[in-house]
């Protein structure tokens, strides 16, 4: 069974830092995670893009985290970051990993189970 598993939200005043992780893995079979990025949806919203990373590290952003966020990854343990700097209320939402993985030489796209940030004013 393949998973994505996220971790690091949480609750943090406005300027403040969180650092999301987002793990990808499979039980008794070969996984290698390809394109892994970062959405979020707020209550009411549309889920938009946030951040993308190839394996090779090549990096996209939505305008609105440009400066603010960094994501990085660790090919060798299927891991996916997201430094959020500078935190805004805007920036409140439902935080979602999504990769791109070939397992067992078969592509598949997953989405992990969300993880909540919440930025107070």
């Known amino acids: 069974q393949v998973q994505l598993v996220e971790s690091g939200g949480g609750l943090v005043q406005t300027g403040g830092s969180l650092r999301l992780s987002c793990v990808a893995s499979a039980s008794g079979t070969t996984l290698i995670a390809n394109t892994m990025a970062w959405y979020r949806q707020a209550p009411g919203n549309q889920r938009e893009f946030v951040a993308r990373?190839?394996?090779?590290?090549?990096?996209a952003y939505a305008d609105s985290v440009k400066g603010r966020f960094t994501i990085t990854r660790d090919n060798g343990k299927n891991t996916v970051y997201l430094q959020m700097n500078s935190l805004k209320p805007g920036d409140t939402a439902v935080y979602l990993c999504?990769?791109?993985?070939?397992?067992?030489?078969?592509?598949?796209?997953?989405w992990g189970q969300g993880n909540q940030v919440t930025v107070s004013s």
């Open positions: 990373i190839t394996r090779s590290r090549s990096t």
């Open positions: 999504n990769a791109d993985l070939s397992v067992t030489q078969r592509l598949q796209n997953n």
